[in-house]
């Protein structure tokens, strides 16, 4: 059975759609102040918490650390999310989560960190080789990494190169029987593994894509879609 911590507005959204949640393996409970999620994580000792930076009461930082400094407590894996502000992300970079998103966000990439994060398996899996190419205001950046999956809106990919939240890029690669495919990307969340030295996972949104790459995209995305 897995188990997942939400609050209630984030559970209406995602009710919402079809999704993961409404497997009969997976019991989501509701915390609307970290305090209950606390309380619930200490009894049911769940195996994601999907929690809000800014609450009333404790602190998500309190929060967070009562969580990693306990040995019974410390395996959950968690997503914060925040507001699009310097401050409450790097507020939510020390509260050792496994991965942060911003608000406003989209129902689609929550669900899809949370499936990465659980292990369970994604709708369609690319690994091929990227050449993604970072925009910066120094110079530019040039380096290689692998995809993880992919969908008509973006990517998640693998690299050991380090990112930022927002950070422009662009993308270049192959998909089977195709042409090149180019595209301009912003990071949206940042995933840090926990197994050993693993890359970092990025989840990128997809700027500026011409149709004819989109369907192509779409096009394969259907073709390896999970039954």
């Known amino acids: 059975m897995i188990k997942i911590i939400v609050s209630s507005d984030i559970k209406a959204l995602i009710a919402q759609q079809k999704s993961f949640f409404d497997r009969a393996d997976v019991q989501v409970f509701t915390a609307d102040s970290n305090e209950e999620a606390l309380k619930i994580h200490q ?5 994601l918490i999907i929690a809000q930076l800014k609450r009333l009461g404790m602190t998500s930082r309190q929060f967070c650390s009562l969580i990693r400094t306990n040995p019974e407590l410390s395996r959950v894996l968690l ?4 507001a699009n502000i310097r401050s409450e992300i790097e507020e939510s970079s020390q509260c050792k989560a496994d991965s942060v998103l911003t608000r406003p966000f989209n129902t689609e990439v929550l669900l899809e960190t949370a499936q990465e994060l659980l292990g369970i398996s994604l709708r369609a899996a690319l690994r091929v080789l990227l ?3 970072v925009e910066g205001t120094v110079g530019v950046l040039s380096f290689f990494c692998r995809s993880v999956n992919i969908s008509a809106t973006g990517m998640l990919i693998e690299a050991e190169q380090s990112l930022t939240m927002g950070d422009s890029i662009t993308c270049s690669f192959f998909l089977p029987a195709s042409a090149q495919i180019i595209a301009s990307a912003e990071v949206i969340r940042i995933i840090k593994q926990s197994r050993g030295f693993a890359p970092t996972l990025y989840g990128i949104r997809f700027t500026r894509i011409d149709p004819e790459t989109r369907r192509a995209v779409e096009e394969f995305v259907e073709k390896n879609a999970s039954p």
């Open 79 to 82: 997503i914060l999310i925040c």
């Open 43 to 47: 009894s049911e000792k769940v195996n």
């Open 131 to 133: 050449q993604v190419t």
